[in-house]
């Protein structure tokens, strides 16, 4: 593997080395490691990724449905962006309740249905895979546990090669998940994946800025609740980034797409209203420039996650790199709402690996 070592949680918490474990250091440790699994993905996982996806495409399914929870829902969004718009096939998220509470029997042939999951051990997403594949699906499990039961009842499987993750806030195996889905779509199409080449070393470069996100966390030590909003593959960022926030910093955090927020939801943004926007370097960043002109008119606190002359045109921000191909920049976007997510937990005397009411695998039914 290529990949260099990660730090230790020490060194990538930023804290000092002493006996005493500092808050967050499992997470911010993680957050570090992300680099190396992503080169570990493209590295290791990508024939397999790619051979998986070929047998797939052999099948010629119709269309895609996408299961998940939390976090993985998220990254499933994202892979439906993925599969409309370079696969060109319907997608959509399913609702597992209608399999698993109302004993619906969908007829699911020629359907791929694609499970993303971290653990691959909640109840409900097992037994709804099950079902989908009775039904005629074929059936894919993406998740960072190859022995895991969402593993033995789908057909293939993708493991995201994340490693153990132990703090209960999701961060590597997130865009572990993104880089997969992204690579499964591409293998799809018959692509190569050459986009997603630089991200290892993109994502560094990112990580390493961490002074610029404390500084961004000073403004929501205290705030009351936050408006996250983007459009296009943005969007899944949007989403994954307030929960994040929630999780950890307990504040609340309302995601919308920009398209969504001018129906109404705007008019609870005024000057005093914290807004982050990841305005994609690309047509959801085009499409998104209208909602970002009516939040500087309504005088909001305007926060971007994008391009450099987009942060220089809001309140502040931060600036991600260039050059990056539109479909995988949410594996870059989602790094310093992470990192914004530890920094305001931490600020706010609140231990971000350890969140209340919050379990690894969560047993729903």
Known sequence: MSATPSPSPSASSGF?????????????????QQPAVLQRILDEGAPVIREIAAEIAARNPRFVLLTARGTSDNAALYAKYLIEVLLGKPAGLTSMSTTTAYNAKPDLTDCLVVTVSQSGGSPDLVASTRAAREAGAVTLAVSNNAASPLAEVSEFHVDVLAGPEKALPATKTYTAELLALYLFVEGLRGGDGAAAKALPGLAQSILERQAEVKQLAERYRFAQRLVITSRGYGYP???????????????PASPFSGADLLHGPLAMVDNVSPVIAIVPDGRGGEALQPVLDR?????????????????????????LPGGVAEEVQPILEILPLQRLAYEVTVARGQDPDAPRALAKVTETH
């Open 16 to 32: 000092p080395a002493t006996g005493l474990r500092a808050p967050g250091h499992i997470m911010a440790g993680e957050m570090a």
């Open 237 to 251: 960022t949007a989403r994954e980034a307030a929960l994040k926030l929630m999780e950890t910093t307990y504040i």
């Open 295 to 319: 939040l500087r008119g309504r005088g909001a606190d305007l926060v971007v996650i994008g391009r450099q002359e987009q942060v220089d045109a809001a309140s502040t921000g931060f600036a």
